[in-house]
């Protein structure tokens, strides 16, 4: 019998917020480089983000300890204005791997709790496949192309729900083409252009 996971971090919910991203569930703990999301070194979240804004695609890695700045990351998202979470509070892990195809939803996360906390957030950002499905499925709404949004409401407020690439290398496309999907989102909501 496969055990509920619950997740393992706290929201990360500045103030300043005005875009919340959500993947699906961190990967096993052995996987991680940091303790903060997208933790796994073989994830290039933190490497897109740092070619976008810093034209540094190892802007935030620490190469020769294979792992990521967590101080330079929790800082850059606070100042950028970006909220991170996952869809799933808690998960069975079907395969006991980081992938999520074989990743079963247990609980939800409650993204009405969530937005409360962000005032100045005007987007949900899903960085793969199962994050944005399960957004779909909570809260029956239309499922966007990549790199696009569709209108959200939550709480009675409308956001623009964005569906990223997830940037996963197992998901096949290059790192940079990955960067020109969010970076035309973060310009679209004007965080750091």
């Known amino acids: 019998m496969t055990e509920v996971e619950q997740h393992p971090l706290q929201p990360f919910l500045p103030q300043s917020a005005k875009v919340l991203m959500l ?9 991680w480089s940091m303790d903060f999301f997208y933790p796994n070194y073989q994830n290039d979240m933190w490497r897109v983000l740092g ?4 034209g540094d695609k190892n ?3 620490i190469e020769q300890d294979k792992k990521f700045d967590y101080k330079a990351v929790v800082d850059f998202c606070t100042s950028a204005g970006i909220a991170i979470f996952d869809t799933a509070t808690a998960v069975k892990r079907q395969k006991g791997n980081a ?3 074989f990743l079963e939803i247990v609980q939800p996360s409650d993204l009405s709790v969530l937005l409360k906390q962000v005032p100045n957030c005007q987007a949900i950002a899903t960085t793969g496949e199962k ?3 399960t957004i779909i499925e909570s809260y029956n709404c239309t499922k966007p192309k990549i790199g696009t949004f569709s209108k959200l409401s939550i709480n009675g407020r ?4 964005y569906r990223m690439p997830s940037t996963s290398r197992a998901y096949p496309m290059k790192l940079e083409q990955k960067a020109e999907f969010y970076k035309m989102m973060f310009s679209e909501l004007g965080i750091g252009f």
């Open 51 to 54: 070619l976008i804004f810093y």
């Open 158 to 161: 409308g956001y623009k729900f």
């Open 59 to 61: 802007r935030f890695v």
């Open 23 to 31: 993947g699906s569930f961190p990967p096993p703990r052995v996987r």
């Open 131 to 133: 994050a944005t499905d």
């Open 99 to 101: 992938s999520d195809k």
